[in-house]
Structures are given as C-alpha cells and as structure tokens.
DNA sequence: GTCTATAAAGCGATAGAC
DNA sequence: GTCTATCGCTTTATAGAC
C-alpha cells in the first residue's frame, strides 16, 4: 500500500489542462503567457508543468495548437468534405465557429502566433490550419454549384473576413462585430 | 567655437527615427521588440534612446502609433471625408492601403498590438484609428448612394477584411492574398 | 548627444527534496 | 507528481563618464 491511488487521472489531468493553456495563450499571446500566468491559471507550480511538457512552454503550445487544430478537423473541416450537404455544412460552420469564438469574445490563438514573434517556430502548423480550413470550405462551395477558381477565391475570402472579424473585434473592444461579420459572410456564401 | 555643428537635425533625426521603430514592432509585436533589437535596427545606444524617448517602450510604441494614425488621417480618411468625389476616394483608399502595406509584406501594427498582450496599455489609440477609418469609410459610402446603416455596415466589413486579408497572408505567408482581398473588396465597395 | 557600466526585476529552465 | 530553491540569462531602465 504504498499508494492510496495507483494510477489515477495521469492522462486525463493532462488533457484537462491543454484548455487551460490555451486561454492563457490567448489572452497573453505566446510570449506574454509567462510561467508565472501559467502557473496562476493552472495551479501547478513549475515542477509539475515541466514533468507534463518537457520541452517547456514551446511544447504547451504545440499540444494546444495541435489540439485546436484536431477540434476544427472532427467539428468543422470533415463535415465540410462530406459531399452529403455541402450547404448544411457551410451553415454549420458558421455556427460552430460562432459558438467556438464565443461570439467574439474569443480570440484565435493561431492568429494571434501568426502576428507574433514566435510566427517562424510555428509556421508550418499554423500554414497547415487555415490551408485545410480554406480547402475544405472551397470543396463544399464547389459542390454547392461554385466553379473550382471561384470556390477557392471565396473560401478565402471566408477564413480571412473570420480573423479580421475577431481582429475587428478585439481592437474595438465590440464582440457584437463578430455574429454581424458572420451574417454578412452568411449571404456572400450561400447566396 | 565649441561646437561645429550648434544644432543640426534635432529634432529632424527624432522623426525619421519612428519609421525604423515602427518596422522593428511590426516585426517582432511590442513584446517582442526588444531594446537589443531596436539598438540593432537603429544603430542607437539605450543611453540615445532613452534621451530621446524618456518614457523608454511605451513612449516609443506611442509616438509611432501617433504617427502611423497621422498618415492615414492624412492620406486616407480625410480623402473619404471630403465630399467631392466619393467614389474616387474609396479607390483611392484601396490604393493607398495596398501601397502602405507593401502589398501584404507588411503587417498593421495597430492589428499587431490589438491582438497582443500590450492591448489595454494602447486601448484608446487602437480603438480610435479603426473607429475613424470605419466613420469616414461609411461617409463615403453614404455619399455614393447608401442608406446609413448599410454604409455602416459595409464600412465595418472592408476594415475587418483588409485586417483579416493582413493576418492570412502573414500565416500562410503568401503576400498575393492581400491583393486579391482588396480586389474582391472593391467590387464590394463600388459594386 | 552618445556611450559603457550597472542596477533591479523577470524570464525559462533545472535540480533535488519529499 | 508536486514542490522550493536556484541557476543563468535577458529584460527595461538608470547613472555617470565623455
């Protein structure tokens, strides 16, 4: 009986804390989110945090952005390959990333490492999530009757009126910009 | 005859200074640029800088904020504002950003610091440059024949883009999306 | 006006006790 | 697995020589 709990929650408390690394992430950007903050928001001192992350606070964000990334994969980039009704899957991102963004209050934290200093170190995932993003929402449009160069020029035109939105939203202290940006992109995709 | 020189570019060399602190902060964020970098970029010493910045970063940060608002006061929104030829001015507007940001190479330092962790320091400075571009855009657009509220709302969605165009590009590090973002807006905008 | 030296604080990261 | 103590480095900012 050495230990009351053998093996209790080791992953789980892991995976419990990436959410939590991310809003600290996002709030900060990469650089402003000192050990200090991260230890604040979380509760664990440094010790524990470099026994989860090695690799220290370059890792934490590689897992938050690589589990970002997984979410808009299975929520909104999949649903918008499946040929069964592309238009309902447009609709349904909208919605998803209306709920993700928390109607504007949230911020994208790949964005935001695109802006940063740190952009260089993670340029290749960053690159690779608003590439999928605009592939599988220019796949969807081309279904919905769009040809592939008009598809691809408004799948553009999507993701980057998203960021700007959030950007938008966040420099002028107004979320009510983000669902607004949102019905306005509503009509120029499935007009 | 104790000098050579009694006062030559005083004040001359503190104003070409801000352009090369501006792309020192657009390149590394506020957080990011640090006084080793800035000695770097301009060839000055700490004891230079803060002779001529006393507030030392902040001080800095705010006075090329002040001059980045002053040109686009200048050579954007007072153009839109001016009754004679709206149309003409919103063209020229996208040709002046298109210009000013180096065709997507180069990032807004108000977005930049929107986004950062320096956000509530610059709040006010930040939210009044969008708030005038948005306010003289939507003059513009009303003047060329749209109600108010539709000239406010598609002022809203030009300014979102070209920050949203500004953000994709430098992720996907693919400067042409800033052109072609402009390009769908003017049609947008003059349609 | 520009420099070097230095102060004081914060940073990420490591070591080792428990 | 979590903690405290600490290292070594960088940061902003100041002081004072020149």
Redesign the pocket.
């Given at each position: 009986m050495k230990t009351p709990r053998p093996t209790t929650k080791?992953t789980t408390?892991r995976a419990a804390l990436l959410p939590l690394l991310g809003e600290v992430f996002r709030a900060h950007g990469y650089e402003g989110?000192?050990?200090?903050?991260i230890t604040e928001a979380t509760?664990?001192?440094?010790?524990?945090l470099?026994?989860?992350f090695?690799g220290?606070?370059?890792q934490m964000a590689q897992e938050v952005l690589a589990e970002i990334d997984g979410w808009f994969e299975t929520n909104i980039f999949a649903p918008l390959r499946d040929p069964a009704d592309p238009r309902a899957a447009i609709e349904a991102m909208l919605a998803g990333v209306e709920t993700y963004f928390r109607s504007g209050n949230r911020v994208c934290l790949v964005g935001v490492i695109a802006l940063g200093h740190a952009r260089d170190e993670f340029a290749a995932p960053v690159n690779d999530y608003f590439a999928r993003w605009q592939d599988a929402l220019a796949e969807a449009l081309r279904r919905s009757g769009l040809s592939v160069a008009a598809a691809r020029r408004r799948a553009e035109d999507a993701v980057l009126s998203i960021q700007g939105a959030l950007v938008l939203a966040r420099a002028r202290d107004d979320a009510k910009i983000f669902p607004r940006a949102l019905a306005e992109l509503k009509v120029r995709l499935l007009a």
């Open positions: 080791p408390d989110a000192s050990l200090a903050l509760g664990l001192g440094k010790g524990s470099y026994h989860f090695p220290g606070k370059k």
